[in-house]
Structures are given as structure tokens and as C-alpha cells.
């Protein structure tokens, strides 16, 4: 496994060891004690999470303002444009995005720890998208920021506008959000 930075210190690249032949590939997808080491970071998941979606959905930006969960996110079928939006108020990096392209044939992971808001756009015809929490779901903790607004300026690879769902439709501004202390 190696790990990555990205331009927030914090959201880790994981890129797996991948050992592959003429019949297929194998790889570790999560070493708990091996994840510990090489990022410094002392989780514990206890959910895992799997969505499908087609070609062109937007989902997020999405987080919860209590029970932060940290998502540790693959794609295992097609490919997404992945982004994290740091949003604790007392970091360096408030308000900063990144985003990595996760896709089946990469393998990459993103480490999306508490504290930040997280969506993906679907680039190709399909995506199926995994991802472990270190907290559970918790609806009525659950916000929404605008995929699109104009403080982050996120440069999403669209062509068009996205299919959201209607809670997406309804996330609010940055400057109206429910940011970390």
C-alpha cells in the first residue's frame, strides 16, 4: 500500500498493492493495522456502504454535523471524479476542495476523514461506489452543501448539469452551512 498526499494534508491517497496475472488480479483492500501505520490515523469503521449510480449523477456534498463520519471510499465498478471539502472552521485549509479520480481500474482509495463535507460525479456510464464510515448514519445529523457553490468552486468535469437528487437539490450555501468548531 502506499499513500498520497493531496493538497489538503489531511484526505490521503491509499493506492493498494496489486498483484495481478493472465487470470485476474488480487489485492488487500483494508489492513486495519496496516492503515494505522502508514497514515497516522487510529480508526475504527463500523459500516460499510455500497451505492450504484449512472453516468452524470452528482451526489453531495454531504456530511454530518454530529456523528462526523470519516469514509474511507473505492469505486469498484466504472469511475468517479471524488471530492472532499474541508469544512472545520479552526483548519488551515477551511472552506479548500480536492479531488481525485477513483475508479475500478485504479483501485485508489480516498481517506476522507470527520470534519469535511464529500461528494462524487459519475464519469462513466455506470459507478458502483463502496465506502466505510468510521460513525453510523444518522438522518436527522445529515446536511447538504451546494455541489456548485460559488465559494469552493469545485471544477467538476461535467458536461451539463448533473442528476441530483432532491435533497441535493436543497443543500444549502457554504456561507448558510453548519461547519466543525
Known sequence: MKIKPTQIPDVLIVEPT????SRGFFFESYNHRMFQEMTGQ???????NHSRSELNVLR??????R??????VRVVFGEVFDV???IRRASPTFGHWTGTYLSAENKRQLWVPPGFAHGFLVTSEAA??????TDYYAPEHERCIRWDDP???????????????AKDEKGVSFKRAEVFA
Open 18 to 21: 496489486v498483484f495481478g496475472d
Open 42 to 48: 487510529t480508526v475504527t469503521f463500523v459500516q460499510d
Open 60 to 65: 453531495g456534498l454531504h456530511y454530518q454535523i
Open 67 to 72: 456523528q462526523p463520519q470519516g469514509k474511507l
Open 84 to 86: 472532499a471539502v474541508d
Open 128 to 133: 458502483e461506489f463502496l465506502y466505510k464510515t
Open 151 to 165: 465559494d469552493f468552486d469545485i471544477r467538476w468535469p461535467l458536461n451539463g448539469r448533473p442528476q441530483l437528487s
